[in-house]
């Protein structure tokens, strides 16, 4: 199966908190996001944000512990790829095809799937290697 895929030319950013945070502390990153995504375990809450929050880059929500850790996790400087939906839950191992061939090639990845579709998340400084990756592999890539 050929798909067709989107580059999203924003910079994203990955948030972990416990899974004690009250929402009222990370609600606010959302506002006025096009992008965002929250999942929430007994473990973790996994904030992703379509932009790098300003105030996020040195600023933790959560204050550090005695030992001076957060509990608050922030990795910058990710892309985006979307694959063109939407996708019927028939169509089986297109994430597997997609990050096999990223793992085949040393480029981690973070998925976020969705109803309609899935995305890839990579670090911006190996996206257009992703890219050629995925074009490699037979499928097309748009930089939006």
Request: charged fraction near 20%; hydrophobic fraction near 40%.
């Amino acid at each position: 199966m050929k798909l067709q895929l989107e580059l999203d030319p924003l910079p994203y950013t990955i948030h972990r908190l416990p899974p004690t945070a009250p929402a009222s502390l990370y609600l606010p990153l959302i506002d006025n996001q096009t992008w965002y995504t929250i999942t929430k375990t007994p473990e973790e809450i996994s904030l992703v944000i379509s932009h790098d929050y300003p105030d996020t880059k040195e600023k933790q929500l959560i204050p550090a512990n005695s030992s001076g850790e957060s509990d608050h996790k922030i990795s910058t400087d990710w892309k985006c790829f979307k694959v063109k939906g939407p996708l019927d839950f028939s169509y089986v191992g297109i994430m597997a095809n997609l990050s096999g061939a990223l793992a085949d090639n040393a480029i981690s990845v973070f998925v976020v799937s969705t109803y309609d579709t899935d995305y890839i998340l990579v670090k911006k400084d190996m996206a257009l290697a992703a890219k050629k990756v995925f074009e490699d592999i037979g499928h097309s890539v748009e930089i939006l």
